[in-house]
């Protein structure tokens, strides 16, 4: 099962919006228009203070 969060964000190929996607021990971002996926450290530049704090909810990140 997963969960999806809007978020304010903007996908760097699309522009579109962007979402985070909350899978089983795993936290990706992913654009709601074209379906790329991001990885938190790929994005992690650009995160807003919106982003942060939805992030910030997760205690643990697990990266693969």
């Known amino acids: 099962m997963s969960v999806t ?8 190929e ?3 919006p962007l979402e985070v996607l909350r899978m089983c021990r795993r936290i990706r ?5 074209c379906g790329r996926e991001f990885q938190i450290h790929e994005v992690a530049d650009r995160l807003d203070a919106a982003t942060e704090a939805i992030l ?5 990140l697990i990266y693969d």
Request: net charge positive.
């Open 5 to 12: 969060i809007p978020t304010t964000m903007t996908c760097k």
């Open 14 to 16: 699309c522009e579109g």
């Open 29 to 33: 971002m992913r654009c709601a228009r």
């Open 56 to 60: 910030e909810r997760y205690t643990v």
